[in-house]
């Protein structure tokens, strides 16, 4: 049996233990890693060799949304990711789907069937929960907890610059003095498509559509602070 490599990612500490627990005692031959916000998660697909999966819950710290989850799919092409979300809703589920990710665990679940979910993925299958297949109508109303980016941007200002990770504002800080990625990732010591990774989640975070934007923010935010 080979071993199963797994990254829970959610900042409520209980819920990931207990699921750690549940994928432990289900699952033969697993390991499991827990991350709390966004630049854990990253990390931990960064220095762990071959991740087989990672669960996301995208309402944990560090701005989850449809650009940056591209960007994570892309840079780990072998690992699958799925979603653990509160919100069983159809659309939640398919909007999560559509992005390109290979499953949906609604946490209301039980462990058996969490248990068959993981393995459903990691099996190479795609995982929804049987509820999708409920009608329109007996959905309870749309949660907004929810947000893949579908959204417009948050409004630009520099007041969001506390919001970002304590990476997110090394990246940012070099990006404004006028790195590239690939100068960014030798500088901190990070693979090139991570640095892409929280370069995108800065710009989201702030607002701004490019990188000059973004330094003319902190810039703003560094005088006002000056003053």
Known sequence: MPMYRIVIADDHG???RGLRSALTTGISDVEVFEAA??????SLLEQQPSIDLAILDLNMPGLFD????GEVLSAYSNTRFAIVSADDSRSEILKALSVGLHGYIVKSQSDEEVVFAVNEILAGRIYVPALLSRTSAEQRPQQAS??????TRR????GNLPRLTLRQQEVLGLMAEGYS???????????ESTTKIHAAA???????RNRTEAA????????RDAG
Do not use: M
């Open 37 to 42: 916000c966004f630049d854990a998660v990253v």
């Open 216 to 223: 003319v923010l902190l810039q703003t935010w560094l005088a």
């Open 146 to 151: 929810l947000s893949l980016g579908l959204s």
């Open 181 to 191: 990625n690939k100068e960014i990732a030798r500088h901190l010591d990070i693979a």
């Open 14 to 16: 209980l819920y990931r």
């Open 155 to 158: 409004p630009i200002g520099a």
């Open 202 to 208: 800065v710009l989201r975070e702030l607002g701004v």
């Open 66 to 69: 449809q650009q940056l989850l």
